[in-house]
């Protein structure tokens, strides 16, 4: 178990650039999370997949945002033509379907659109 | 709609002394978190609350849960300077959403 790996850790881009942000959960989870966070907010839920599935959007996650999870393992997050807006934390977070489901968070992206 | 309210946003408190931070939720929800965040980091999971009347306690900390008053409270006994961080309540919506509140920024002071 070697925790939830988000890459990269920082990423500076220009608007209207495409960035693409990747997950990697703890090993044997089947469900990922992605989050936003601004400074000084909790984190905003964008979307989640089990295994492979994607099964609920924010409606914060406009067209220009689209998050895969191909074979059920790492997952990615794309932002087409960014805004400045977009600016934030993105976590990624991963789970094990139970009872006492506790989501481990990854140490973030941080998008920063000049 | 979930909404969730946290007070207080703020928290000075003396090292030795108790407090209570709040956390408000607008519809009924299964399952609250607590979480911590230090600066600059990501969010540690403190407490997992399933039911109502739930009570969970690590250290210096301590949750609760009352589903009818549709409040969580964690509560800080004795308070030491390494608990200073930003903490987060987030009720559960629907299947698998959390909805997290503002934050309470905690420092405690020498």
């Known amino acids: 178990d070697t925790g939830v790996s988000q890459n990269p850790r920082h990423k500076i881009t220009k608007r209207g650039q495409n960035v693409t942000f990747r997950c990697d959960p703890i090993?044997?989870?089947?469900?990922l999370y992605w989050y936003r966070q601004t400074l000084g907010q909790g984190p905003e839920f964008l979307t989640y997949?089990?295994?492979?599935?994607?099964?609920?959007k924010s409606r914060l996650l406009s067209d220009r945002f689209s998050a895969e999870r191909p074979k059920g393992s790492f997952s990615t997050l794309e932002i087409q033509r960014t805004e400045q807006g977009d600016s934030a934390m993105y976590l990624c977070?991963?789970?094990?379907?139970?009872?006492?489901?506790?989501?481990?968070f990854g140490s973030g992206t941080q998008l920063s659109v000049l | 709609e979930l909404k969730v309210e946290q007070n207080p946003l703020f928290l000075s408190m003396q090292e030795g002394k108790n407090y209570t931070i709040y956390c408000n939720y607008s519809?009924?929800?299964?399952?609250l978190y607590w979480y911590r965040q230090d600066p600059g980091k990501s969010l540690e999971s403190l407490f997992v609350?399933?039911?109502?009347?739930a009570v969970k306690q690590e250290g210096r900390l301590m949750a609760s849960l009352d589903t009818k008053a549709r409040l969580s409270t964690l509560h800080i006994t004795a308070a030491v300077h390494d608990l200073s961080a930003t903490y987060f309540c987030?009720?559960?919506?629907?299947?698998?959403?959390?909805?997290f509140g503002q934050g309470t920024r905690l420092t405690i002071n020498p």
């Open positions: 977070a991963s789970s094990l379907v139970g009872r006492v489901e506790k989501l481990f």
């Open positions: 090993s044997e989870h089947n469900r």
């Open positions: 997949f089990q295994n492979e599935a994607q099964l609920e």
């Open positions: 519809t009924t929800s299964d399952r």
């Open positions: 609350l399933l039911s109502n009347g």
């Open positions: 987030a009720p559960i919506q629907g299947a698998q959403k959390l909805v």
